[in-house]
C-alpha cells in the first residue's frame, strides 16, 4: 500500500535550517508529482511547494519562497523540504503527499515543526 | 493569492443532508473543473474525498457529493453520520500565483 513518512521536523530557533524528508514506498514514486502542506496549530491548510516528476518544474507559495527549496531523489523514492531562515510562523505539522489526477490522493502522517527561542 | 472562502462551521441532525461550499474566483474554482476536497478528522491526516469537482475515488462513501456553479464548488453529505464530524476542506487549481490553493475549513458537527 502506499505509505508516506515524513522526518526531520523538531524544536528551530529563528533563523535556523531545517530539512525534512518523505520517505515513500508502495507506489512508483518516479510516476508522480509531490507536495508540501502545513498546517498551523488550530488552523487551516496551507499549499507551500511541489515538484514535478523530474524535477524540472518547482512551485512555492510565496510565504515561503526564497527560504525553502523542496528536492526529490527518485532513486532513493524520497522528498526533501529545505528550511532556510525559519520564522515563528512556519511553526506547523507539514505533510508531504502524492499528487494523482489533479488532487492529493495520499498523504504522510506528518512532522511537527516549531520555531521558537 | 487568497485562500477560498468557506462557510465556518455547518452542522445537521443524524440523517440529514449539509452542503459545504467553497467561492473563489474566474482564476480558480470558475476557470477550472479542479476542485478537490478533504476530510481531516481531530487528529487525523487529511483524506481525499473529491476530486475534479465530483469524481469520488474508491473506497469513498457515496454519500459524499461534489458539484460546481460559477465561482462556488460545494460538498453535499447525505445522510450524515456522527464519523462525518470533522473539518472540511476544498482545494483548488489557480492560475494565479501558486498552482493550488486551499479553502480556509469548515467544521462539521453533526447534531
Known amino acids: 500500500q502506499v505509505q508516506l513518512v515524513e522526518s526531520g521536523g523538531g524544536l528551530v530557533k529563528p533563523g535556523e535550517s531545517l530539512r525534512l524528508s518523505c520517505a515513500a514506498s508502495?507506489?512508483?514514486?518516479?510516476?508522480?508529482?509531490m507536495t508540501w502542506i502545513r498546517q498551523a496549530p488550530g488552523k487551516g491548510l496551507e499549499w507551500l511547494s511541489y515538484i514535478s516528476i523530474s524535477g524540472f518544474t518547482i512551485y512555492y507559495a510565496d510565504s515561503v519562497k526564497g527560504r525553502f527549496t523542496i528536492s526529490r531523489d527518485n532513486a532513493r523514492n524520497s522528498l526533501y523540504l529545505q528550511m532556510d531562515s525559519v520564522r515563528a510562523e512556519d511553526t506547523a505539522i507539514y505533510y508531504c503527499?502524492?499528487?494523482?489526477?489533479?488532487?492529493?490522493?495520499?498523504w504522510g502522517q506528518g512532522t511537527l515543526v516549531i520555531v521558537s527561542s | 493569492q487568497s485562500a477560498l472562502t468557506q462557510p465556518a462551521s455547518v452542522s445537521g441532525s443524524h440523517g440529514q443532508s449539509i452542503t459545504i461550499s467553497c467561492t473563489g474566483f474566474i482564476s480558480d474554482v470558475d476557470g477550472y473543473n479542479y476542485v478537490s476536497w478533504y476530510q481531516q478528522r481531530a487528529g487525523k491526516v487529511p483524506k481525499l474525498l473529491i476530486y475534479d469537482v465530483s469524481n469520488r475515488p474508491s473506497g469513498v462513501s457515496d454519500r459524499f457529493s461534489g458539484s460546481e456553479s460559477g465561482n462556488t464548488a460545494s460538498l453535499t453529505i447525505s445522510g450524515l453520520q456522527a464519523e462525518d464530524e470533522a473539518d472540511y476542506f476544498c482545494?483548488?487549481?489557480?492560475?494565479?500565483?501558486?498552482?493550488?490553493?486551499f479553502g480556509t475549513g469548515t467544521k462539521v458537527t453533526v447534531l
Open positions: 482545494c483548488s487549481y489557480t492560475s494565479i500565483g501558486t498552482p493550488w490553493v
Open positions: 503527499a502524492r499528487e494523482r489526477l489533479r488532487s492529493l490522493d495520499n
Open positions: 508502495g507506489f512508483t514514486f518516479s510516476d508522480h508529482y
